[in-house]
């Protein structure tokens, strides 16, 4: 059975690329967005050397190609006439042979797409976009909003999880809103605490009401999903923002600000009112049979880490107790009357409430 006419396929092979480029332009025309316009305004300086490179690279595995050619040809050839009985073995033979040698050229381009160079060059760019330096309060908001808006950059997978990292990394403020991850407790203390100087604190201040929102919201969604989504994950992000709600604490009381705790009262309170609605045995009853818990272990597991959670409102009572303590003259005293006026307006009459779904999830008696 004859092949494709090589008079068919060298104009096909000719006018591939023409056509390839032809085609991505179009598309690019019709599709692009000025966010991606931007991005690629960001990394042209680095990626437009690496596409040079590929131009001698390319011409040299053309004149390879030629080699490869003639190599082929003259195997199929040989094999071709062992076959007396088919007329078209010639016929294949050379387009066999023209097949495997166009192929060679293309050799180059698909080293690029492995991503090894590219990669480096990606991350050389988002180095550039994202310095490793400290940066100041400007950048901080702006890596935020930045973080928040990559989704409509299109980026692939890698590239959007390592700039949205990297975002998140160099910027407190990210990190207040994104997801801990496996941040460790101090990590995030003393990423938290770099918003409590007086020339960075007035952030905290603006955007507390947002922040509160946010934990709100991640609280609802974790207590909406207990029923679907993987058990491990769902621990995790309990645990994780357990962290958060407890480095963002000690980052305040450490630096004598207790007065930007307002976001944690604000949580603790909606908790209540918003989250772990009913008594106390019923959320720790509805948890326990939460999807994916088959053992004991996995429900003292995912306990603890809502527990870590909803302990954060104890935690708010047990700083309140001890900043009554400031009397008039004394360092925190202007602090202390700010954070226990936050709390009896915002968590006044719940303390029996909290302090009681804090011991219902953590198992402890009395």
């Keep these: 059975m ?24 179009a598309i690019r025309t019709a599709l692009f967005t000025d966010e991606m316009r931007e991005l690629r305004l960001m990394v042209r300086d680095t990626l437009t050397p690496i596409a040079w490179w590929f131009v001698p690279v390319t011409a040299a595995a053309s004149m390879l190609g030629v080699l490869v050619h003639r190599m082929v040809l003259r195997r199929a050839l040989a094999s071709a006439t062992k076959r007396k009985g088919d007329p078209d073995a010639e016929e294949n033979a050379r387009v066999t042979a023209l097949y495997v040698a166009s192929s060679v050229p293309q050799l180059p381009a698909l080293v690029g797409q492995s ?17 490793d330096q400290s940066t100041e309060v400007g950048d901080w908001v702006f890596f935020h909003l930045a973080q928040q808006s990559l989704g409509s950059f299109r980026l692939c997978e890698d590239d959007f999880a390592g700039l949205r990292l990297r975002l998140v990394s160099q910027s407190p403020v990210a990190l207040l809103f994104a997801p801990a991850g496996e941040r460790s407790r101090r990590e995030l203390r003393d990423a938290y605490v770099r918003l409590t100087s007086p020339s960075t604190a007035r952030v905290l201040e603006c955007i507390e009401d947002r922040l509160a929102m946010a934990w709100t919201s991640a609280a609802r969604t974790l207590w909406a999903e207990r029923m679907t989504g993987p058990l491990a994950a769902r621990i995790e992000r309990w645990a994780a923002l357990g962290r958060k709600l407890d480095a963002y604490l000690d ?10 705790a307002r976001p944690v009262t604000k949580l603790a309170a909606a908790l209540m009112t918003g989250v772990f609605v009913g008594p106390a045995e019923e959320v720790r009853s509805s948890l326990s049979q939460s999807s994916g818990v088959v053992s004991l272990a996995q429900r003292d597991e995912l306990l603890a880490a809502v527990a870590s959670v909803t302990a954060v409102g104890q935690r708010v009572f047990a700083l309140r107790e001890r900043m009554a303590a400031e009397r008039y003259g004394d360092a925190r005293y ?7 006026g936050d709390v009896d307006a915002l968590l006044g009459g719940q303390r029996r409430a909290v302090e009681g779904l804090a011991r219902s999830l953590s198992g402890v008696l009395g």
């Excluded at 004859?2 to 023409?18: D, E, F, G, N, Y």
């Excluded at 980052?251 to 930007?260: G, K, S």
Aim: hydrophobic content about 50%.
């Design 115 to 131: 991503r090894t160079d590219a990669s480096r060059g990606a991350r050389r760019a988002v180095k550039r976009v994202v310095p």
């Design 2 to 25: 004859a092949t494709v006419s090589r008079r068919v396929l060298l104009p096909l092979i000719a006018l591939s690329s023409p056509l390839s480029l032809a085609v991505e332009t």
């Design 334 to 340: 202007g602090e202390a009357q700010v954070f226990l």
């Design 251 to 260: 980052a305040v009381d450490d630096a004598e600000r207790l007065d930007l």
